[in-house]
């Protein structure tokens, strides 16, 4: 069995920039309203951990080989 094609991979890191954009709007709206500090930082540390899974994702180590399928 195969890993996951290309298109497949990419389309996964996509998703996770996705939410990881959403979430920094949100904790950039509740900076904003200088409102809720307990939450910006539980939202900055779940920010980090999406980071740090899209920069392994994106890791030319980590994408697969192949055709885009």
Known sequence: MTG????QHLEDAQSV?????GLL??????????????GQAALIYV???MARDLNDRLD???IPTGEIQ
């Open 4 to 7: 996951p094609s290309l298109r």
């Open 17 to 21: 920039a996705c939410n990881l954009s």
């Open 60 to 62: 030319s180590l980590n």
């Open 47 to 49: 920010a980090e951990n």
């Open 25 to 38: 709007n949100a904790v950039a709206y509740l900076q904003g309203a200088s409102e809720c500090q307990h």
